[in-house]
């Protein structure tokens, strides 16, 4: 891909953040191109097929707590796309597990189901890595490793904060000082997750899951029993902040073998792991948040940013920055 491409607005993530904020722009009538470094969509909901089976490798599942992010959830429950897992998990034991009032939604095939939905009929340039964005006469020019450049009107910077202040800082793009605090300000814990190929029994609790936040493995998963995975045993595990810092430089064959022992209480004992591979997710956990669903940067061209880190972590808060950030460049450039 080369050239100069022109719209009203870019979007730079196709996350749920992008993507929610790319369709509500297009049903406002601007025209929006979004732009992924990856060759997907999703950013960190990201799912693999592994040995004829579907896994997450990124998010598990999603809840709803906001009525704007539901009415989107109920179509998607009314076309089929994802189901109710479970209303709770055994919480560090393996006792049943407590429910509470919140659904956890799954889709058979993976959650990348969901971003590739809402990414129907956009306009996604995919493997695109941008580099740099800058202010000229009053837009926005992004420019790709590649040498693409996007001209805009208004900009949408959904990366994690540390990677969005890398665009602007290579841009020689300065904030005023409280918007760069609050961004600055913004931090992500490191996860480290695994899928496990077994072959034999897994023993967890309903619904084959358990978690377990104060453990070095916080989270072990039975993606048959999840339903992503019916005629195979794929096991996904992660593990907690604190290892995932302790063991990121670890040579794979060594966090292999830890992984391997930490499963093998969960195993029944004529089970074997057939394979381990793993994903490193640097900025999987927002830590520290921006108390608003989207930060709208002062005294530059319309530019906002969104992401699981503002307001609310996770899918729905990601989706709902998405859509915040959206409104928030409507109403600077009508």
Not at 136 to 165: H, K, N, R
Not at 295 to 307: K, Q, T
Request: hydrophobic letters at 45%.
């Amino acid at each position: 891909m080369s050239g100069t491409f022109s719209c009203d607005v870019l979007v730079v993530g196709a996350g749920i953040a992008g993507l929610m904020a790319a369709r509500r722009l297009e049903a406002a009538g601007k025209t929006v191109v979004v732009v992924d470094r990856e060759e997907r969509v999703g950013g960190r909901i990201v799912t693999e097929h592994v040995a004829g089976g579907w896994v997450d490798t990124g998010a598990q599942f999603f809840t709803v707590r906001d009525a704007e992010f539901g009415q989107f959830v109920a179509e998607w429950l009314a076309e089929g796309l994802v189901f109710v897992w479970s209303t709770g998990w055994s919480d560090g034991s393996l006792l049943p597990p407590t429910n509470d009032a919140y659904p956890r939604y799954a889709a058979r095939e993976g959650l990348t189901a969901v971003p590739r939905r809402l990414a129907q009929d956009l306009i996604i340039h995919k493997a695109v890595n941008i580099e740099s964005v800058m202010p000229v006469a009053g837009e926005w020019i992004a420019v790709s490793d590649s040498g693409v450049a996007y001209q805009c009107q208004a900009l949408i910077l959904t990366p994690p904060a540390p990677l969005s202040l890398a665009l602007l800082k290579a841009g020689q793009v300065e904030l005023t000082a409280t918007d760069g605090a609050a961004l600055a300000a913004i931090t992500y814990a490191p996860c480290i997750t695994a899928v496990c190929h077994i072959d034999g029994a897994v023993n967890l609790p309903e619904p084959g899951v358990l978690q377990r936040p104060d453990h070095a493995i916080s989270w072990i998963a039975d993606n048959r029993r999840k339903g992503t995975s019916p005629d195979v045993c794929l096991v996904s595990l992660h593990v907690n902040p604190t290892y995932s810092r302790l063991w990121w430089l670890s040579p794979e064959e060594e966090l292999v073998g830890a992984l391997r022992r930490e499963l093998r209480p969960f195993l029944a004992t004529d089970a074997t792991i057939k394979e381990i591979s793993l994903h490193r997710w640097p900025y999987a956990l927002p830590t520290t948040l921006y108390p608003h669903k989207t930060l709208r940067a002062v005294g530059l061209p319309p530019l906002a940013f969104a992401g699981d880190a503002f307001a609310g972590p996770r899918v729905e808060g990601a989706a709902l920055s998405g859509l915040a950030a959206a409104q928030a460049i409507l109403d600077a450039i009508g």
